[in-house]
């Protein structure tokens, strides 16, 4: 199947830092990626949808400002967490979406966030 | 508002017994995925059900997706303690987005 990255894997940082988190789609092009946050033992709560060349969309409750988004390829999107807080603290996971359909999404192997 | 009711949340069980964990909505999903999640890992896709009442096998896990599309289930057979983990069902919706139930954490002792 198809190969999706998240980097890093785990990141611990001081509480105003800011923190990038990089999802590559290793071997397909992806248009839409999806940005997803997780509590443990909990589901995944979508974050927002990214596209590629455009601006993401966020979810209800979700602040732009504090999560930027950015798809500037066909493989890669990024997730920054602007001035960190503990509250940021999370499991954050990637998905890539392969061709149109939501059938085809291969998620990354997600990034574990604790702040300070 | 499409929302995916998963139970049950938490389910503990002895090696060996079956299970069956459902997920029912409201709303109709063009299709529906089940996943399993291991701590620190991110979901892996068990199967995609598109088609209302059909019926899908995975070794011992079968999976069925409703007639009107709007609820599946997931059944292991002779559970073993490999299978535990957490398991999500996801309904396909517009734009690509998929819509997750909460998840059942499914434990099985040896």
């Known amino acids: 199947g198809a190969v999706v990255s998240q980097h890093p894997s785990w990141v611990i940082c001081k509480s105003g830092t800011s923190v990038k988190i990089e999802c590559r789609s290793l071997d397909f092009q992806a248009t839409t990626m999806f940005w997803y946050r997780q509590f443990p033992k909990q589901s995944l709560m979508l974050m927002a949808t990214?596209?590629?060349?455009?601006?993401?969309?966020?979810e209800q409750g979700v602040e732009k400002d504090k999560f930027l988004i950015n798809h500037a390829s066909l493989t890669l999107s990024t997730l920054t967490v602007t001035s960190a807080h503990p509250e940021d603290s999370s499991f954050y996971i990637c998905?890539?979406?392969?061709?149109?359909?939501?059938?085809?999404?291969?998620f990354g192997s997600g990034t574990q966030l604790s702040v300070l | 508002t499409q929302l995916l009711e998963q139970s049950p949340q938490f389910l503990s069980i002895q090696e060996g017994e079956n299970l069956t964990v459902y997920c029912n909505s409201s709303s109709v999903f063009s299709s529906l995925q089940w996943y399993r999640q291991e701590p620190g890992e991110g979901p892996v896709l068990l199967v995609t059900?598109?088609?209302?009442?059909e019926v899908k096998k995975l070794k011992r896990l079968t999976f069925q997706f409703g007639d009107a599309r709007k609820d599946s289930s997931l059944h292991i057979t002779a559970a073993q303690p490999g299978d535990t983990g957490l398991y999500l069902c996801?309904?396909?919706?517009?734009?690509?987005?998929?819509?997750f139930g909460q998840g059942t954490e499914l434990s099985v002792k040896p």
């Open positions: 998905s890539a979406e392969q061709g149109a359909t939501n059938e085809k999404l291969f």
């Open positions: 996801a309904g396909g919706s517009q734009g690509g987005k998929l819509i």
């Open positions: 990214s596209n590629e060349g455009s601006k993401a969309t966020y």
């Open positions: 059900v598109v088609t209302g009442g």
